[in-house]
Nanobody, 116 residues
């Protein structure tokens, strides 16, 4: 059974940090590129960051460049999103997404709220 389980979300003050994790099971994790998306209430889903299957290539939305870092551990079958210098506008549900040659999987999401 394919599963992507996000964790690490929560409430944080502006300027704070969080690290999201996405634990994968049920598929060959090392063969899939991984993405983090977010969706705020009333807004469209936005691609935040992506990383290639081996981890050698990453890409980021302009809004998070220099603040967020995506990484992965193919032994632990987990992807991460380190979020620093968080802003209220980063508040959203963050979801991980695995993209393979033939399949595309999604996690359920984790809420991140940035507020004082």
């Amino acid at each position: 059974q394919v599963q992507l389980v996000e964790s690490g979300g929560g409430l944080v003050q502006p300027g704070g940090s969080l690290r999201l994790s996405c634990a994968a099971s049920g598929f060959t994790f090392r063969s899939y590129a991984m993405n983090w998306y977010r969706q705020a209430p009333g807004k469209e889903r936005e691609l935040v960051a992506g990383i290639s299957s081996a981890g050698g290539r990453t890409n980021y939305a302009d809004s998070v460049k220099g603040r967020f870092t995506i990484s992965r551990d193919n032994v632990k079958k987990t992807a991460y999103l380190q979020m620093n210098s968080l802003k209220p506008e980063d508040t959203a549900v963050y979801s991980c997404n695995a993209v393979g040659s033939w399949n595309n999987y999604w996690g359920q999401g984790t809420q991140v709220t940035v507020s004082s």
